[in-house]
């Protein structure tokens, strides 16, 4: 039976301001801030998740923390030490492992690994890098060699400090079945694994952005995801974590924009027995109460299954 978690991400909305960089396409830095209020702290999570949810996992967003030094960090170590909760994946966001620029890169490289190594020490299973930006374009099939080296040098680092390297389909090239398998097969199975997104395809992520930014709104229910469901079908067999994505839950509990039922069958039928991690990325409402939806409608697909 899957193992279920839920990511703190889910509840951004109540954990206080927040904020990421990133690489768009043009290769220029960006941030985004967001002014969400504080309503808990990021160190109280663990319990609350465990009384909220009932999961025996929970995952972090490392932007959730102000930096390396902050002293939250340390906070929720004490706290997560002290529950029975396991903190089964860190999703870094820092630096961008398609930066051309050698010397660059090897900062990002040096800047991920002070992460992994932290929170390797708190018994993280895995921690997810992202094979170049989210947003980076699309050039071709073939993974570059210089990303293939930096997943291969971070790879055995975390291998090293008792955790295991992931990489998620989560946007630019690595939204793409083909082209993620195509690095999977460069890195091999020793040095990297997979965090499978069940939202995180071309298909709709081009309207959950658009709504992101605030660019001109597409109805989901307008959009053709077969290729969304074949990527999965495609990646499945790698799968060694899944984020179950939603992107709304409706007054009625209805659940969109993925056919979570659908998508978690078709990991069943791929014997998929791994950690399922709630990723709520809907805005506005009650945010522990939707997670809590997407949990139970999570549960009983996966039991069904």
Request: hydrophobic share 45%; charged share 25%; no cysteine.
């Amino acid at each position: 039976m899957n193992t279920l978690s839920m990511s703190a991400y889910s509840v951004r909305e109540h954990l206080g301001p927040t904020g990421f960089d990133f690489v768009d396409q043009e290769g220029k830095p960006v941030s985004i801030r967001f002014d969400y209020q504080k309503l808990l702290d990021l160190h109280e999570f663990p319990a609350r998740a465990r009384a909220e949810f009932g999961v025996d996992g929970i995952e972090l967003v490392q932007f959730q923390f102000d930096g390396f030094d902050d002293p939250e960090i340390d906070a929720f170590a004490e706290a997560l030490a002290d529950s029975d909760v396991q903190l089964l994946n860190i999703a870094l966001d820092s630096g961008d492992l398609l930066e051309s620029d050698p010397e660059l890169r090897a900062e990002h490289i040096a800047e991920l690994k002070r992460w992994i190594a932290r929170f390797a020490e708190m018994g993280s299973r895995f921690v997810r890098v992202n094979p170049g930006s989210p947003f980076s374009p699309h050039h071709g099939e073939e993974p570059p060699a210089h990303l293939v080296a930096a997943l291969v040098e971070l790879g055995d680092f975390a291998n090293a400090h008792g955790t295991r390297l992931l990489v998620e389909n989560h946007g630019g090239p690595s939204s793409d079945p083909v082209w993620m398998n195509r690095l999977l097969d460069a890195v091999g199975r020793e040095h990297l694994g997979l965090l499978l997104d069940l939202g995180n395809f071309d298909a709709l992520l081009g309207v959950v952005a658009a709504a992101f930014f605030g660019g001109e709104a597409t109805d989901p229910a307008t959009v053709d995801l077969s290729s969304l469901y074949a990527g999965i079908e495609s990646l499945a067999d790698r799968a060694e974590l899944v984020h179950v994505k939603a992107h709304e839950v409706g007054e009625d509990g209805s659940i969109g924009h993925v056919d979570l039922p659908r998508a978690l069958a078709i990991l069943a039928e791929h014997g998929y027995a791994g950690p399922l991690t709630v990723e709520y990325e809907g805005n506005g409402g009650d945010p522990w109460a939707k997670s809590a939806r997407v949990l139970d409608v999570t549960r009983a697909a996966s039991v069904a299954a």
